[in-house]
């Protein structure tokens, strides 16, 4: 077993066709050194290699990106929560019933004029995922429709919901019922 003391991986990095004539080359140095007391080639500096890579770089472009991101994440969803508190609040529910996952989504739905039941119709497996897409893209034509708004807005509520559920959440408009049918009081 031949020990290649002195030269570390980096050593080999930039030129890796060559590490078998370097092992080669550092065995027979020791071999042919002519004194025991001879340590010189141990106390060689290992060559420095220069790489496009920097891991301190990555590191740190990596933990900029990991950290915006999560403060994105944050914002975005404490926009959601306060909106849709508030969305719930106008149309006569509790605001907490907002932060509920899956409850939520029932809660919207009896809002917007859907049954509430289809909210489970997305814990189907596989298929549940694009039956939820599409029951909320339902969901947001008829919460418009609910609050009186026009069906531009349901297009902008359906493309861009971190925009324009805060609009609906805190412009003037009223709730005027399930998918904008006014309740009847008897």
Do not use: R
Not at 15 to 32: A, G
Not at 66 to 77: C, N
Not at 161 to 175: H, K, M, R, V
Request: proline share 4%; glycine share 8%.
């Amino acid at each position: 077993m031949e020990e290649t003391t002195g030269t570390t991986y980096e050593d080999y990095i930039a030129v890796p066709d060559d590490i078998f004539n370097d092992q080669n080359q550092s065995q027979n140095e020791i071999n042919n050194s002519t004194s025991d007391n001879d340590w010189s080639y141990f106390e060689k500096e290992p060559t420095e290699t220069h790489t496009d890579f920097n891991d301190e770089l990555f590191a740190g472009i990596f933990g900029t990106f990991f950290v915006t991101f999560i403060l994105v994440v944050i914002t975005i969803s404490v926009i959601s929560i306060v909106a849709m508190w508030k969305i719930f609040k106008k149309a006569g529910q509790e605001g907490w019933k907002s932060i509920i996952p899956i409850y939520n989504t029932y809660v919207l739905y009896e809002i917007s004029g859907l049954e509430g039941w289809y909210a489970f119709l997305g814990l189907i497996p596989f298929v549940g995922s694009v039956i939820s897409m599409v029951m909320g893209i339902i969901c947001y034509i008829k919460l418009t429709n609910s609050f009186g708004k026009e069906s531009a807005f349901a297009v902008g509520l359906i493309l861009l919901p971190i925009i324009f559920l805060p609009i609906l959440a805190f412009d003037s408009s009223e709730y005027i019922g399930p998918d904008g049918v006014k309740k009847s009081t008897i």
